[in-house]
């Protein structure tokens, strides 16, 4: 895992194996549901240029759809130990002491507890956001448009309740193409089944930059806030 940078960007390696990044490009290739990558305002090929395929949803995708959530959760799990407060900052929460009394979580409570516990805590907060496979065109596809993750265009406010991007690199084996922050001035170049995370808003703007010499495949999604209705049904 990258431990170098206190930017709140985590790349971590190996978070899939290469026969698993294969078995995910292989299936995209051979779905015949690929589209053209859309914004939020829809297909603007000035701003992103991509062929996607959203798998959330497919019952045929459901198997594969778990492996990449598994391993969100995983990432995420040492994003929380790393920084607690993306998990405590957002939402006061209490949790019951050695006596049974309520009491609020604190980072060394988090410190405290097994990976299990954690992740059982980490899925009472928040939520996996639909999964999108994506390809980029050498020399041809990117998302040269510098965005985050935030706007607030739906009526339901889905989009207001992302907290975290995260992507999964299926291939290597070209250059340039990599995830581009612009505040941080960093640049994460993709290797095969590493895992990036990485705050969803404003703070951390990026890009994805033009392949060079060879085709780019990610899954990419989101880690969402559980809705009110369910994170406050006991309030």
Not at 34 to 58: F, M, N, Q, Y
Not at 197 to 214: L, M
Request: proline share 5%; charged share 20%; net charge negative.
């Amino acid at each position: 895992m990258d431990g170098s940078n206190d930017d709140f960007i985590q790349v971590t390696d190996g978070a899939l194996d290469s026969s698993e990044c294969r078995q995910l490009v292989d299936a995209f290739e051979a779905s015949g549901a690929v589209a053209p990558g859309r914004v939020g305002g829809g297909v603007h090929v000035e701003l992103k240029d991509s062929h996607d395929l959203t798998i959330s949803g497919r019952p045929e995708w459901q198997q594969l759809e778990g492996m990449l959530n598994a391993a969100m959760l995983r990432g995420l799990v040492a994003y929380a130990r790393r920084w607690p407060h993306v998990l405590i900052a957002p939402v006061m929460l209490q949790a019951p002491a050695a006596d049974g009394q309520l009491e609020r979580l604190t980072p060394e409570r988090i410190a405290g507890m097994d990976d299990a516990a954690l992740s059982a805590l980490l899925r009472v907060v928040f939520r996996p956001g639909a999964i999108n496979l994506q390809r980029y065109r050498a020399g041809q596809g990117g998302y040269p448009y510098w965005h985050c993750e935030l706007y607030p265009r739906d009526a339901q406010a889905e989009t207001l309740h992302r907290h975290l991007l995260w992507t999964v690199y299926l291939n290597e084996g070209f250059q340039a193409g990599e995830t581009e922050f612009l505040y941080q001035r960093r640049k994460v170049a993709p290797r095969t089944g590493s895992l990036l995370i990485a705050p969803a808003a404003f703070t951390h703007t990026h890009r994805g930059n033009r392949p060079e010499g060879g085709d780019k495949y990610i899954a990419t999604s989101w880690v969402m806030f559980q809705r009110a209705e369910r994170l406050y049904a006991n309030g």
